[in-house]
């Protein structure tokens, strides 16, 4: 996998702001709630989850007016920094295998209709204090019963801990 080192200063866990733009946004994944996606891990059927602390998978409310969502639990996990966002609620994770999930995590969005549209724009915005060697997230897309095309994402370096992010550079 090639990489090269992300240069800004990240400021908030795993934030994921999805959206799809051409001359109409078709998609604006806000995180309100996790009604318009499906989660799945390595197993199948999944949810967000939480163990008050260190291990998490969820929507965090960054402005704490009752908007997270950890599964069972509608209060963020403990212990994190205090994030900044330009977005009120984002996906964060963190030891997301440490519950008994089994990696990879996918949230996938059905039935987006490109009926007509033309010169799509997929952006996404990614951040991480730190990472593992065997964390990532990538964005991939697939058009009808096509195959899944990787186009961004972010990694830890190999044999790393709690390390810098890097951008995925060789889809």
Do not use: C
Request: proline content about 4%; charged content about 15%.
């Amino acid at each position: 996998m090639n990489s090269k080192p992300i240069h800004k200063i990240l400021t908030v866990p795993l934030l994921l702001a999805f959206g799809l733009s051409a001359q109409a946004q078709l998609l604006n994944e806000t995180f309100d709630n996790s009604s318009g996606f499906t989660i799945t891990d390595g197993s199948g059927s999944s949810d967000f989850f939480s163990d008050g602390y260190n291990d998490y998978f969820g929507i965090y409310d960054g402005d704490e007016d009752g908007g997270a969502d950890f599964g069972t639990s509608t209060d963020n996990p403990t212990g994190l920094p205090i994030y900044s966002s330009t977005s009120d609620n984002y996906i964060v994770g963190e030891d997301m295998n440490g519950e008994g999930n089994s990696l990879p995590f996918t949230i996938t969005w059905n039935s987006i209709s490109l009926n007509g549209e033309t010169n799509l724009e997929i952006s996404a915005d990614f951040a991480s204090t730190r990472i593992d060697s065997n964390d990532s997230i990538v964005l991939s897309y697939k058009v009808d019963s096509g195959s899944w095309v990787d186009i961004l994402g972010i990694a830890g370096a190999s044999g790393s801990y709690n390390s810098t992010p890097y951008a995925i550079t060789n889809f």
